[in-house]
């Protein structure tokens, strides 16, 4: 199967930077799409950052500008750089990939998920 393992959370103030990571180990396909999801408290599942398999990258519009997503397939990781943090972006950030080569942004459509990292800023 597949295993993904995120890192890289942690407490940051407002304003501040973090950047997740995740590890894609377990099966490989010949095309999968990776992306980023996150969760607060009481709230559902959000997309938050996916890149396909042709690179092409796409964002939810709470982050776009501030938050960059980026892959290395050779190495089967995934980064997301988090800038200019605003409270309202924590959550539990989930890494996820799925068969195929294009990004999606409905939750279910996703295969694979890792077991996410708590992301907490701080006004």
């Known amino acids: 199967q597949v295993q993904l393992a995120e890192s890289g959370g942690g407490l940051v103030q407002a304003g501040g930077s973090l950047r997740l990571s995740c590890a894609y180990s377990?099966?490989?396909?010949?095309?999968?799409?990776m992306g980023w999801f996150r969760q607060a408290s009481g709230k559902e599942r959000e997309f938050v950052s996916g890149?396909?398999?042709?690179?092409?990258?796409t964002y939810a519009r709470s982050v776009k500008g501030r938050f960059t997503i980026s892959r290395d397939k050779a190495k089967n990781t995934l980064s997301l750089q988090m800038n200019s943090l605003k409270p309202e972006d924590t959550a539990i950030y989930f890494c996820?990939?799925?068969?195929?080569?294009?990004?999606?942004?409905?939750?279910?459509?996703?295969?694979?998920w890792g077991q996410g990292t708590q992301v907490t800023v701080s006004s």
């Open positions: 890149v396909s398999w042709s690179a092409g990258t």
């Open positions: 996820a990939a799925r068969t195929g080569s294009r990004v999606e942004v409905d939750s279910p459509l996703w295969d694979f």
């Open positions: 377990g099966r490989t396909f010949s095309t999968y799409a």
